[in-house]
């Protein structure tokens, strides 16, 4: 049992749907089904901005975010919120652009009030782009992107408005155009549920327009020849990635099949039977929850403290005397930390033997232990069963 934040298990449909041999890449079925990913896409992310796929991982669509819409030297303003906004911003200052990362708090959301005030101090308006994850992978930290919004707004500024959801989309309620986000980068292997090997990038209006000044454009990554295009193949800038394409295609049916506010709601209740179980495991020196405030808990990956246990020992009995693979720590403190991801194809028996296997690892080693976490996350699963 795998149970990292990504690459997230495959539904046995999606792996069977790519189990195909090579077809037309011309005409015929693979473009209407190569097609119709578009349109369901805009679905997953709830935007009617126009949509890009990139053969590549997540950073292969921070790349494309970048390189289609920043100049050389512009201003970039990297809200941090653990690791990944400010490796994005460090891969645009390797294109060029002159970086500030406002610092925060490693198990804490974005402050929208410090948001706006560094945008207050920018009567210049010098910050032409504003990056920021949906969800930190590394801390479990989920921003308020909404309130973001209203940030930028109140001071008036007109910086693009650049998310990751690479994480969480398909997790955590995600409202691109609802909350005013301008361009949403996302991929597959998390939320949606397909192996790494393509990513997303949705641009609204406003970040088509800063297309038309961009200076660090890159011939692959260009938005203008995969637009308007005369053959399917363009769509890619080449070959498409065939199995992906199908496999996708049959992971977007089973998430709309379900329903996306369905989706939303098992990614929440399993979330919170994760959080359950760290609350009775909890001690002063075991273990607990790198975020402390729920509401800025992701419903897509846990980051857990261990205080005194090895994380990194506990890590290796799971997988190699109980078959679980957990995520690794980031970071400084790696060694007393994992992460369990919940994102995806994931359903009750399966997150429950993952935490009852912790938990049992916990008492293998003679861990600090407050009460049974596997039986609190089974009640929070049974009371969200009843609502």
């Given at each position: 049992m795998v149970a990292i934040p990504g690459p997230s298990i495959i539904p046995d449909r999606v792996l069977a749907a790519m189990q195909r041999p090579m077809p037309n890449i011309y005409?015929?079925?693979?473009?209407?089904?190569?097609?119709?990913?578009?349109?369901?896409?805009?679905?997953?992310?709830r935007t009617s901005a126009e949509v890009f796929i990139v053969i590549g991982n997540g950073h292969a669509a921070w790349q494309m975010a970048v390189s289609n819409t920043m100049r050389r030297g512009e201003k970039v303003l990297v809200l941090e919120s653990g690791t990944f906004a400010v490796v994005w911003g460090e891969q645009a200052a390797l294109s060029g652009a002159d970086v500030e990362v406002l610092a925060g708090a490693p198990d804490s959301a974005v402050d929208p009030a410090a948001v706006e005030q560094r945008l207050r101090d920018d009567p210049d308006r010098e910050i032409k782009s504003i990056l920021v994850v949906l969800t930190d992978t590394a801390t479990g930290v989920?921003?308020?992107?909404?309130?973001?919004?209203?940030?930028?707004?109140?001071?008036?500024?007109?910086?693009l408005l650049m998310v990751d959801a690479i994480a969480?989309?398909?997790?955590?309620?995600?409202?691109?155009?609802?909350?005013?986000v301008d361009l949403t980068v996302a991929a597959s292997?998390?939320?949606?549920?397909?192996?790494?090997?393509?990513?997303?990038?949705?641009?609204n209006e406003k970040a088509l327009a800063a297309h038309e000044h961009?200076?660090?454009?890159?011939g692959y990554f260009d938005w203008e020849s995969r637009r308007n295009v005369d053959a399917h193949y363009q769509l890619y800038n080449g070959t498409p990635p065939i199995p992906l394409v199908y496999g996708?295609?049959?992971?977007?049916?089973?998430?709309?099949?379900?329903?996306?506010e369905n989706v939303w709601a098992r990614h929440e209740a399993l979330a919170t039977a994760v959080w359950a179980a760290l609350d009775a495991w909890h001690t002063a020196d075991g273990l607990s929850c790198n975020v402390a405030d729920v509401a800025s808990r992701s419903h897509a990956?846990?980051?857990?403290?261990?205080?005194?246990?090895d994380a990194t020992e506990l890590r290796r009995v799971c997988e190699d005397?109980?078959?679980?693979?957990?995520?690794?720590?980031?970071?400084?403190?790696?060694?007393?930390?994992?992460?369990?991801?919940?994102?995806?194809?994931?359903?009750p028996p399966m997150l429950l033997g993952t935490l009852a296997t912790i938990e049992s690892v916990l008492h293998a080693m003679g861990a600090p232990m407050g009460s049974s976490g596997a039986a609190a996350a089974a009640r929070s699963i049974g009371h969200a069963l009843r609502t």
């Open positions: 005409e015929g079925a693979l473009v209407d089904v190569s097609n119709s990913l578009f349109d369901d896409l805009r679905l997953v992310a989920r921003n308020d992107i909404a309130a973001i919004r209203r940030a930028i707004d109140a001071a008036d500024h007109p910086a969480s989309l398909g997790c955590d309620r995600y409202e691109m155009d609802e909350w005013g292997q998390k939320g949606l549920m397909t192996p790494p090997g393509i990513a997303f990038v949705w641009a961009a200076d660090m454009r890159v996708l295609r049959e992971a977007l049916d089973m998430i709309l099949a379900e329903g996306l990956v846990t980051t857990v403290r261990t205080g005194e246990t005397e109980a078959g679980l693979t957990l995520g690794l720590g980031i970071g400084s403190t790696s060694d007393r930390r994992f992460r369990i991801g919940h994102m995806g194809h994931l359903n």
